[in-house]
């Protein structure tokens, strides 16, 4: 699942030092349109709000915009040292606990929104994959419990809240990330719901999908009676009324996202640059057959480290998990940095592994998504997707 709630955290009341925000719009705007907006938080709804401590103005300003509508906020604080420490002083007979209070909270909690925001990568690196692979399967569980009572989630970041690590892991400066993070965030809504559900329903009809990439990526897989859902950033009444996965939005938002047809995925993917633990793998390439990756190598990078944290993973971690397409004309990439997302207008990401979260059935612990700029998507022989471009 692609926001995962922490296996700890500090219940925060008050008298947090408050710390410099990116820049971009002021904190109160940002709190309104998460609570208003995006989740559509009612009065006399709990609403669960997290963060870390350097977010805390943010987290402020969410915590009163709920109260002005009558419900009711509870903030939780988290942070990298903390999730470090978790491994270093607990005992690893503790990985496989699963968390019953949080599990406890889907019977409370009516909207959840998180600050997803990364100060250190590569922190878990040394960390035995097997210990990884137990807390993420006991994790597996909270989250569905979380999917099933339709909890609404709002996730601010989406891989690219600006910190300074994370403008370093991609070539830029934070105030550029920043100023291409929250160009993303205020985008047209209406034309971002208007595109989606364009999108939505072209994959939603779509019988066969062939991908394609000048890098050496030529898939195909069916989609045939498959869900399709979008993450447009509002969760609408429709949204609420599906329940499940259509009740997430990830901002900045802009994405369309189904699951293949188990079994169906033969060809190859390619994927030119995957982050993992803070470093970049090059030309990681996946084959799939009969729905399932058969092999998997790379030409640069930590390929055996990655390879690890995949043989410790749950079954269903080898199945072609996602086919995600990204809306939002407002996110831009600048060419000379080395920046991928979900969200542009024309990315194309696809998914290995688990995906309950994205309507799928298949549960496992392990998910690796791989972006794809510039790939050619063809639905039924049309393109929906050409050379990296949307087609509408």
């Known amino acids: 699942m692609r926001i995962a709630l922490s296996s700890i955290a500090l219940i925060a009341f008050a008298g947090l030092a408050s710390a410099s925000m990116p820049s971009g719009p002021d904190t109160k705007s940002t709190g309104r349109l998460l609570v208003n907006d995006c989740a559509v938080v009612a009065e006399g709804e709990a609403v669960l709000i997290s963060g870390k401590a350097g977010d805390w103005d943010l987290l402020e300003s969410i915590a009163v915009e709920t109260r002005k509508l009558g419900a009711f906020p509870m903030i939780t604080l988290d942070s990298d040292k903390l999730g470090r420490r978790l491994y270093d002083e607990v005992p690893a007979k503790y990985d ?60 601010l970041g989406n891989g690219l809240y600006p910190t300074d690590a994370t403008a370093k892991l991609h070539g830029l400066t934070k105030d550029q990330l920043a100023d291409i993070f929250w160009k993303g965030v205020n985008t047209d809504y209406s034309k971002l719901q208007n595109t989606g559900e364009t999108v939505r329903a072209a994959l939603s009809s779509a019988k066969e999908a062939h991908l394609t990439n000048p890098n050496g990526t030529d898939l195909k897989f069916s989609l045939a009676g498959r869900q399709t859902f979008v993450s447009d950033g509002i969760i609408s009444a429709d949204d609420r009324a599906k329940g499940g996965p259509a009740c997430q939005v990830w901002l900045p938002a802009g994405e369309v996202y189904s699951t293949p047809v188990a079994g169906s995925a033969e060809g190859t993917v390619v994927v030119d640059r995957y982050v993992f633990q803070g470093q970049d793998i090059t030309g990681l390439k996946l084959t799939f057959k009969a729905g399932k990756c058969t092999d998997m190598s790379a030409k640069g990078g930590p390929i055996d480290k990655l390879k690890a944290q995949y043989a410790a993973a749950t079954p269903g971690k080898d199945a072609l998990a996602l086919i995600d397409v990204g809306i939002n004309e407002g996110m831009k990439l600048p060419k000379e940095s080395k920046l991928l997302a979900w969200m542009p207008a024309g990315m194309v990401t696809i998914g290995l592994g688990g995906n309950a979260w994205a309507g799928g059935d298949n549960n496992s612990s392990f998910f690796l998504p791989g972006f794809l700029p510039g790939s050619t998507l063809t639905l039924d022989g049309k393109a929906l997707v050409e050379n990296g471009a949307l087609k509408k």
């Open 96 to 155: 496989s606990q699963l968390n019953t209070f949080d599990v406890k909270l889907a019977d409370t909690v009516k909207v959840m929104i998180t600050i997803d925001s990364t100060d250190s990568y590569g922190l878990f690196a040394d960390v035995p994959p097997e210990r990884v692979a137990a807390r993420a399967a006991a994790r597996q569980q909270v989250e569905e419990a979380w999917l099933k009572h339709n909890i609404r989630t709002v996730s």
